[in-house]
């Protein structure tokens, strides 16, 4: 009776993830869902819902930080942000990131000041015209890596746009954009950015 035929060799096997990085893909996704129940809180917390934001515009936008790279290192990451930004008052506080490199912030005026090579990052406020051309004939190609507050298209000069609700916060990725910059993003945190939006 002749052996039965060897199985072939399986392709599939599990990639092994160094356990900090899904640690750190856990907290984004997290940072980027997370909701709380309106009702569930007291009077003085559900209105002032502006608080909220800030600390989970900060919690993503750090968290974001973290997983990119750039063509040249960066350690401080130097984060502009916006005066004109709704949303950015526990940015401006700075941070550590998930790989231990410490962010830097400054507030600019994205109209008038110079963004490059001053910032590694921008956080910039509502994407209105004068602001998307400005950011489009000083970074494009730049290695600057842009996070807007306001953009619901997500068009030329954005990379990253948030979606802020009263206790969520989801993001678009632009990827013609972030490819111009030379910036590098984990692909696991451009997969989340494909994502219509963060459940209801």
Request: proline share 8%.
């Amino acid at each position: 009776m002749a052996p039965a035929p060897a199985s072939p060799p399986s392709n599939a096997a599990p990639v092994r993830q160094r356990p900090l990085l899904r640690r750190g893909l856990t907290a984004l996704l997290l940072a980027v869902t997370l909701a709380v129940l309106p009702a569930m809180l007291p009077p003085v917390v559900t209105a002032q819902p502006a608080a909220q934001r800030t600390d989970l515009v900060a919690r993503v936008v750090l968290s974001l930080l973290g997983y990119a790279r750039w063509p040249v290192e960066r350690d401080p990451v130097r984060l502009c942000v916006d005066n004109a930004s709704r949303y950015a008052s526990r940015l401006m506080e700075g941070g550590t990131l998930t790989n231990g490199r410490t962010v830097q912030t400054r507030q600019v005026d994205v109209l008038a000041d110079m963004l490059h090579p001053a910032c590694d990052a921008l956080y910039v406020g509502s994407m209105n015209e004068p602001r998307r051309k400005r950011l489009s004939s000083e970074l494009t190609g730049r290695p600057v890596l842009v996070i807007a507050e306001e953009d619901f298209e997500c068009e030329v000069g954005s990379m990253f746009c948030l979606n802020i609700r009263d206790n969520q916060v989801s993001f678009r990725v632009n990827l013609d954009t972030l490819a111009r910059s030379g910036v590098h993003v984990h692909p696991g945190v451009l997969q989340l950015g494909r994502r219509k939006g963060a459940p209801s």
